[in-house]
Nanobody, 115 residues
Framework: QVRLVESGGGLVQAGGSLRLSCVTS????????MGWYRQAPGEQRDLVAL???????YIADSVKGRFTISRDNAKNTVFLEMSSLKPEDTTVYYC?????????WGKGTLVTVSS
């Protein structure tokens, strides 16, 4: 059974930092591209950051310079380090694993940034 479990969300003041984690099981983690997405109510789910199996990364322009994605293959975990948080970063963040056309999602973790 494939499981992706996000954690680390919460309430933080503007300018603060959070570290999101996504622990996976049931997949060959090191072979998967891992991504962080976010989705506000009524909006589409947008890519925030991506890290491939060989460690190449992509960061969306909206968070470039503030967010960093990394992975620990030994722990089957992907991280999203978020700093200089803004109220507009408030939403649910989702973890995604993808490989060979297959994709799996976590249930999300809520990040709330107060002004």
């Amino acid at each position: 059974q494939v499981r992706l479990v996000e954690s680390g969300g919460g309430l933080v003041q503007a300018g603060g930092s959070l570290r999101l984690s996504c622990v996976t099981s049931g997949i060959a983690f090191s072979l998967n591209t891992m991504g962080w997405y976010r989705q506000a109510p009524g909006e589409q789910r947008d890519l925030v950051a991506l890290i491939t199996s060989i460690g190449s990364t992509y960061i969306a322009d909206s968070v470039k310079g503030r967010f960093t994605i990394s992975r620990d293959n030994a722990k089957n975990t992907v991280f999203l380090e978020m700093s200089s948080l803004k109220p507009e970063d408030t939403t649910v963040y989702y973890c995604k694993a993808s490989r060979n056309g297959m994709a799996y999602w976590g249930k999300g973790t809520l990040v709330t940034v107060s002004s």
